[in-house]
Every structure is written in structure tokens, then in C-alpha cells.
T-cell receptor
Framework: EAQVTQNPRYLITVTGKKLTVTCSQN?????MSWYRQDPGLGLRQIYY???????DKGDVPEGYKVSRKEKRNFPLILESPSPNQTSLYFCASSPARRDRNTEAFFGQGTRLTVV | DAKTTQPNSMESNEEEPVHLPCNHS???????IHWYRQLPSQGPEYVIH???SNVNNRMASLAIAEDRKSSTLILHRATLRDAAVYYCILRVTGNQFYFGTGTSLTVIP
């Protein structure tokens, strides 16, 4: 089954304690991205990657890092989490065709609480 | 600045058609218009997308204005399972997706 898998689904952590949220897709997609969803703000893009070793900032990258060492994985790293990073996070993937005439697949989300 | 604007909420009676509008006045010629929906506690789910021509699939229809500055998602017969937040999104050069704030659709039995 084609899917995007995020782990963990729920996470409560303390300020300053480094954490990683994993994202994996089994569709051989080139494009992967991370979003955060906050009430009243919709989904905002944090980082995206067009392919292995190619990452770029989205609209709200501050406080986050990503890496793309393998095509299937795109982990989101919070080196020093703060309470304003409490949010619902989604990973997505899609083919990166030149004409962009493709759909994206989203993971089930990771609810992060930083206390 | 938001690339798409949608009404915050809409209501529809069950088994009636629903027209969900979206404005994207700053769209460029190569941006694709996508629609996704999000059920409670789930990730966004693809509904439909298009560039210039109207599109139909098993879930919905997408009507795109001739000047491409607006579009309408049409659900032909709303069911209770269609109650969700519907997002109008632009997929731009570079493959990025820009989400609007979405329309919360309530379906009344």
C-alpha cells in the first residue's frame, strides 16, 4: 500500500531537549516536505526537498532542521524545541515531475507538545 | 500574503450539490490548482487538481474560471462522510504547495 509514515504520532517533550520526527514514503517520490498546522493558520511549509541531498526552506523554517540522505526518508529535527513549536506536523511526498501535474500524499500527522 | 482565499465555513444539506469557491487572484500561468480535504485527526487527502480546463473525477469536479483567478470545487451529492475541511492550494514552480486556511464543510442530514 502506498503510504507516508510518520513517527511518532504523539510526542510530549521538554524545552531544549532535541528530538527527531521521522518520515518515510514507499512510492519512490522525489519531492518530500514538512508542514505545521496551527489553529486559524492552515498548513504552513517548513522545509522541502526535491531529491536526495537537496533541501530548501519553506515559509517557517526557524528552529527546524531536515536531512535527505535517502530518497525514502526525510526526518524533521528540532535541536532545541520551544513551546511555540507545539503544533501538528505533517509530512508529504509526491513525484517531482517538471509539469507538477501530480498529487501529494500526506502522513497521518505528529502532534507535538513542548512544555 | 495568502495565495488562496476561501470562506471559513459552509453548510450543505445531505444529497445536495455543494459548490466550494476559492480565489487565487495572483496565480501565475504555470501554477496548478489543487484541492485537498482533511477529516478530523487525519492528514490532508487529495481530491482533484487542474491547470486550465475543468476536471472531473470520481470524487468531485473542478471548475476553473477562464482567467484562472478563481475556481470552484463541486461535490455533486454531499454525504455525511464529506464533512471535512477543504483546502484550495496552488502548486507553484519548484513544486511547492501553498495552502489556504480552508473551508469547513458541514453536511446536514
Amino acid at each position: 500500500e502506498a503510504q507516508v509514515t510518520q513517527n511518532p504520532r504523539y510526542l510530549i517533550t521538554v524545552t531544549g531537549k532535541k528530538l527527531t520526527v521521522t518520515c518515510s514514503q514507499n512510492m519512490n517520490h522525489e519531492y518530500m516536505s514538512w508542514y505545521r498546522q496551527d489553529p486559524g493558520l492552515g498548513l504552513r511549509q517548513i522545509y522541502y526537498s526535491m531529491n536526495v541531498e537537496a533541501t530548501d526552506k519553506g515559509d517557517v523554517p526557524e528552529g527546524y532542521k531536515v536531512s535527505r540522505k535517502e530518497k525514502r526518508n526525510f526526518p524533521l529535527i528540532l535541536e532545541s524545541p520551544s513551546p511555540n513549536q507545539t503544533s501538528l506536523y505533517f509530512c508529504a511526498s509526491s513525484p517531482a515531475r517538471r509539469d507538477r501535474n501530480t498529487e501529494a500524499f500526506f502522513g497521518q500527522g505528529t502532534r507535538l507538545t513542548v512544555v | 500574503d495568502a495565495k488562496t482565499t476561501q470562506p471559513n465555513s459552509m453548510e450543505s444539506n445531505e444529497e445536495e450539490p455543494v459548490h466550494l469557491p476559492c480565489n487565487h487572484s495572483t496565480i501565475s500561468g504555470t501554477d496548478y490548482i489543487h484541492w485537498y480535504r482533511q477529516l478530523p485527526s487525519q492528514g490532508p487527502e487529495y481530491v482533484i487538481h487542474g491547470l486550465t480546463s475543468n476536471v472531473n473525477n470520481r470524487m468531485a469536479s473542478l471548475a476553473i474560471a477562464e482567467d484562472r483567478k478563481s475556481s470552484t470545487l463541486i461535490l455533486h451529492r454531499a454525504t455525511l462522510r464529506d464533512a471535512a475541511v477543504y483546502y484550495c492550494i496552488l502548486r507553484v514552480t519548484g513544486n511547492q504547495f501553498y495552502f489556504g486556511t480552508g473551508t469547513s464543510l458541514t453536511v446536514i442530514p
